[in-house]
């Protein structure tokens, strides 16, 4: 019971505004520490690929931004699922906060993958299962952040959101299995991106810079729900409070 | 430790040089651009509920 | 329940009937479209061949997305949307209603002139014949998938683009499925995989996308 009263307590947005600030630098210093780490391990520690030359490299940002796209996606639809089911304000917020960091990662993933196909596949782009099913979830973040942009009143933009995110959610599976079934069909690449012999270094460092995306997606997604949050709460008196507070 | 042997070879990067350091360039002005232009957004949020907040006390205390 | 399934559709038909030049426009819309790539591409028969799967299917695509915006917003104007989610049965069934009169007007019309704009595209018959089935089986599917979006943008600013952010990729599946079964009926493959998935798509979109309209509605109307 006890925990339980606790989780409400910290979806209100009174008291999740002052944990949420107090939190973004322990992520952001988390975020910078593994990402170090990481470079360090990846960039001047990890041996050459004997297959992929120096170009394998490019994998330590481009697997872990490919995997924050997909996960951003997924917790996205998790708020999405718990503000539809139990009305929480806090839901909404959370889904608009990590919807340009998820398409940012998802930007990434395709900017990095044919950096990365060039020299490998001689080709910038190649129709590959993985990066046209990565190009159709930067489309379904759009559409996601267009939708609710379009609509002014924030709690219809929440629902209305969150209904196309568990739409999303539902599709994303199939999606991805439609497009790999059409990209055996027609003979594609099949090359992979990420080679299950890695030296441990190698694997070491892209786990380091995996928790670095991810610490660094918590850090500005949650400096974007502060912004977010005082934005909607600006009739209540906590934010009243706190914006006479910061003035002192 | 270090695999490399000298910093020009770290740079050249066995000849990826360039699909290296564009991947890695791009990533990282991504991710130092995305927090700057959400702080400044937030700084920006602040700034205008405050003068909200204080036209709304002014016009209460008339 | 079946009775107000078959007095929607009814009502829509009545309505639609009333506008025809909407059915007519959306027709010519496709034709037009898919008569433009053998100009765009050059005439020779192999290429022709090649592309006519995806060159139809992406013309259907657009086609019955010209038509959705319209699904719900009439209703809403005139505020009889408002009285069908008040309406003591469910609202899902009132959009299963509409998503089969939004077909009716729509994707058939298509799948019965598809075969036309395949003989430009030199199909052969049988390929003719999976076409017509493929867009026949697949096309409830994209009225269904399209309902969800035209139900969240109802009402919205740029309503018609913001709909196609949303759909289109949602029609990705029915497109791989649907251009590929007439393209493994056209290099000899048989398309009856690709076919029995795509009814798994119109069977699952078609029980599913009504109540997620209806709840995007819902939402619409608060």
């Known amino acids: 019971m006890k925990d339980r009263f606790n989780l409400y307590r910290y979806a209100s947005p009174a008291t999740f505004y002052p944990l949420a600030g107090r939190m973004i630098p322990y992520?952001?210093?988390?975020?910078?520490?593994?990402?170090?780490?990481?470079?360090?391990?990846?960039?001047?520690?990890?041996?050459?690929?004997?297959?992929?030359?120096?170009?394998?490299?490019?994998?330590?940002?481009?697997?872990?931004?490919?995997?924050?796209s997909m996960f951003i996606y997924l917790v996205m639809a998790f708020w999405a699922a718990i503000g539809l089911a139990f009305n929480t304000r806090l839901s909404g917020m959370m889904a608009q906060a990590?919807?340009?960091?998820?398409?940012?990662?998802?930007?990434?993933?395709?900017?990095?993958?044919?950096?990365?196909?060039?020299?490998?596949?001689?080709?910038w782009w190649v129709w590959d299962a993985r990066l046209t099913s990565?190009?159709?979830?930067?489309?379904?973040?759009?559409?996601?952040?267009?939708?609710?942009?379009?609509i002014d009143d924030p709690k219809r933009a929440d629902k209305a959101g969150g209904l196309l995110l568990l739409v999303g959610v539902v599709n994303v599976p199939i999606i991805y299995f439609s497009v790999k079934w059409w990209n055996t069909l027609h003979q594609g690449s099949s090359v992979n991106l990420t080679k299950s012999s890695m030296a441990q270094t190698m694997l070491w460092g892209m786990l380091l810079m995996a928790l670095c995306f991810w610490m660094y997606s918590i850090a500005?997604?949650?400096l974007r729900a502060r912004t977010i949050m005082l934005e909607r709460e600006r009739h209540t008196d906590w934010v009243k409070a706190e914006l006479a507070g910061v003035e002192r | 430790m270090i695999y490399w042997n000298s910093l020009s070879d770290f740079l050249a990067m066995g000849g990826y040089g360039f699909y290296v350091w564009g991947s890695f360039g791009v990533t990282v002005l991504i991710m130092a651009l995305e927090p700057i232009m959400a702080a400044r957004t937030q700084k920006l949020t602040i700034a205008r509920l405050k003068r909200q907040l204080r036209a709304e006390n002014r016009n209460t205390a008339e | 329940m079946l009775k107000i399934v078959t007095a929607v559709i009814g009502r829509d038909l009545k309505l639609a009937m009333r506008r025809q030049a909407d059915i007519v426009s959306a027709l010519f819309f496709f034709i037009i479209v898919v008569s433009l790539f053998p100009l765009g591409v050059g005439p020779e028969p192999d290429l022709l061949r090649k592309l006519a799967p995806g060159v139809l299917w992406v013309a259907a695509l657009l086609a019955t997305m010209l038509s959705l915006p319209r699904l719900f917003a009439d209703d809403h104007r005139d505020g009889t949307l408002e009285q069908l989610a008040l309406a003591p049965h469910p609202l899902g069934l009132v959009v299963t209603g509409k998503v089969i009169a939004h077909w009716l007007v729509s994707g058939l019309p298509l799948a019965l002139i598809a075969p036309v704009l395949g003989i430009q595209f030199?199909?052969?018959?049988?390929?003719?014949?999976?076409?017509?089935?493929?867009?026949?089986?697949?096309?409830?599917?994209?009225?269904?998938?399209?309902?969800?979006?035209?139900?969240?943008?109802?009402?919205?600013?740029?309503?018609g683009v913001l709909l196609s952010l949303l759909v289109l990729p949602l029609y990705i599946p029915v497109l791989i499925f649907g251009a590929g079964a007439v393209d493994a009926t056209v290099t000899g493959l048989g398309g009856e995989g690709h076919l029995s998935l795509l009814a798994a798509l119109t069977f699952a979109s078609l029980g599913f996308a009504p109540w997620a309209s209806a709840a995007a509605l819902k939402i619409a109307l608060e």
């Open chain 1, 220 to 222: 500005v997604a949650l």
């Open chain 1, 98 to 123: 990590l919807a340009p960091t998820g398409a940012l990662m998802a930007f990434l993933s395709l900017w990095t993958g044919a950096l990365w196909g060039k020299p490998m596949w001689g080709a």
């Open chain 3, 122 to 159: 030199d199909l052969s018959a049988d390929a003719l014949l999976v076409l017509t089935g493929a867009i026949l089986l697949g096309t409830p599917a994209l009225s269904g998938i399209g309902a969800i979006g035209a139900a969240l943008t109802l009402g919205l600013r740029g309503g």
């Open chain 1, 134 to 150: 990565e190009l159709i979830l930067l489309f379904l973040y759009i559409g996601f952040m267009a939708l609710t942009a379009a």
């Open chain 1, 27 to 68: 992520f952001a210093a988390l975020s910078v520490l593994f990402g170090l780490a990481g470079l360090y391990l990846g960039m001047l520690v990890a041996p050459t690929d004997f297959q992929q030359g120096e170009g394998y490299r490019i994998i330590f940002i481009h697997v872990p931004a490919s995997w924050m």
